[in-house]
């Protein structure tokens, strides 16, 4: 791969990126600078650490950075909760999004793990 726009992972993290984006343009104003500024934030950290970890060449530096966009996708799970819980959403909208998350996390495990052999197999 020439770049991390080709890594399948970045890929998924972005299109679930522009759907939370299109999303919290729905809350309430008040909620601006709360919710909505945290909920974009993590989404953009997700392909960000991505991207980032990719830059680095050495597999370990690109394993954290995975580490943490899996951190960022849970993050995500959460502000949708907190959205649900106040009524932004409707508990279908949250599990479609839960969904979304939940294979953006299988998917990024799967290429941690592949990190992790190529680190192993490769001096």
């Not at 934030?41 to 950075?65: D, K, L, M």
């Not at 966009?69 to 819980?85: I, K, N």
């Not at 909208?93 to 495990?109: A, H, S, T, Y």
Request: hydrophobic share 35%; proline share 2%.
């Amino acid at each position: 791969m020439r770049t991390f726009k080709e890594l399948e992972v970045w890929k998924q993290s972005r299109e679930l990126r522009k759907e939370i984006a299109h999303l919290v343009k729905n809350f309430p104003s008040e909620e601006k600078f709360r919710l909505v500024d945290q909920t974009i934030r993590a989404s953009r950290s997700v392909t960000a650490n991505i991207a980032e970890g990719y830059g680095r060449f050495h597999y370990q530096e690109n394993v954290q950075f995975c580490r943490i966009s899996r951190g960022s996708l849970t993050e995500l799970q959460d502000h949708l909760s907190v959205a649900l819980d106040e009524g932004y959403i409707d508990e279908g909208l949250e599990k479609q999004f839960d969904i979304k998350i939940e294979e953006c996390i299988r998917i990024l495990n799967g290429y941690i793990n592949y990190l992790l052999k190529s680190k192993q197999t490769k001096p």
